[in-house]
């Protein structure tokens, strides 16, 4: 099938990304918060932090530390998603974590701990990267010090086709080559600070993919900008 003719399930241009809505200071008990809402995925992030490190011999005497957890709640799936921690929520702490480090200045806090809960509670493909777009913006809500921000999107191929922001329907499609799935995150001055892939594709469709989530990401920042300033906003008019 040519690209030109490749048609979307849900009708979308192969560069446009889901309808994204985002709020910041979603939970007024935590540090920092957000919502982000990609298409039908919905994330919350609560960040508590930064404080003492407990379990008290983890801490670090010369550096703070990330310490993220993921949830896929049991109903945020049509077959109800097992409770718990299970092998897919763990690796998913450690990319969070990965994702958003490199842009927390976390030396500043020796022996403290920054908590950051994710809570899905609706799942239609893309959540990890919906999940390190709420926690991005509760961390800046909780004013930890960063270097930057970080916007994640999830690339894919579906055969030969590359799109961005792959929903449920298309990561399982499965024509031709099928479904890659390139969930990408990147700071707001283009470094890359998160991608995984777990498919084939060539040097110069690698090459596109990077162009299309650089355009994403741009976008999501604008995003989280304005979600950012809108809670600032509320604060000042009470
Ligand atoms: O959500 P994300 O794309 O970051 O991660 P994934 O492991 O590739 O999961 C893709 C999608 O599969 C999720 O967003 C859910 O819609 C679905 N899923 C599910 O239905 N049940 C699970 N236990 C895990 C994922």
Redesign the pocket.
Known sequence: MAAKEFKRPDGRKLDEMRPISAKVGVIPSADGSAMWKQGD?IAIAAVHGPKKMHPQHQQDPSTGQLRCNYN?MSF????R??PGK?R?SQE?DKIIEWALEPVLLIKDFPNMVIDVTIQ?IQ?????????INAAALALAHAGIPMKGMVSSV?LGKLDKTLVVD?N?AE?DFEEGEGAT?I?ISMISDGKITHIQL?GKITPTQLKEVMKMAKKACKEIYEIQKKALKESLEVKKNG
Request: proline share 4%.
């Open positions: 995925t896929l945020s799936v049509s077959d998603a097992r299970n897919r998913i899905i799942a239609d493909a893309g959540t990890r990267c919906a999940g999830a792959l449920k990561e799935d969930p777990d």
